[in-house]
């Protein structure tokens, strides 16, 4: 199992590892795909990489202030998100910016260090 130690204090849920295809969210095993705002983390039944679609994504952006960004982890690679999602992301005036899950969840514990107010959606370490 990999470990992530917290550098600079942030609110809010921090990947402190990994754990078979989920994450270790603040001493938790999430046996899934996983949902981080800046207040709440949660288990999400990820799709397909190929198949998002943003409306799936309603309850995590729509918190309050929007977020500034998506981080979207595409599993165990990093896969392009459909372009029709990536456009009804912006939309929302809201940007998207995908990488591997791993990564992801590294660049969570550093970006909400820095105070950025943003949301991320990880899918699982291994796509069956």
């Known amino acids: ?76 690679r990093l896969r392009r998100p459909p372009a029709t999602f990536v456009s009804a992301i912006e939309s929302r005036n809201i940007g998207v910016e995908a990488m591997d899950s791993r990564a992801a969840a590294r660049s969570w514990g550093l970006l909400r260090g820095e105070g950025r107010w943003f949301v991320a959606a990880l899918l699982p370490l291994d796509q069956r």
Do not use: K, N
């Open 1 to 76: 199992m990999v470990s992530l130690q917290r550098e600079t204090p942030a609110s809010g849920p921090l990947v402190t590892g990994f754990a078979g295809s989920g994450f270790r969210v603040d001493g938790d095993i999430v046996d899934s795909g996983l949902w981080l705002t800046p207040e709440w983390a949660c288990p999400w039944a990820a799709a397909d990489p190929d198949a998002l679609d943003a409306a799936m994504l309603d309850p995590l952006l729509g918190i309050d202030p929007l977020p500034e960004f998506l981080l979207l982890g595409t599993g165990p």
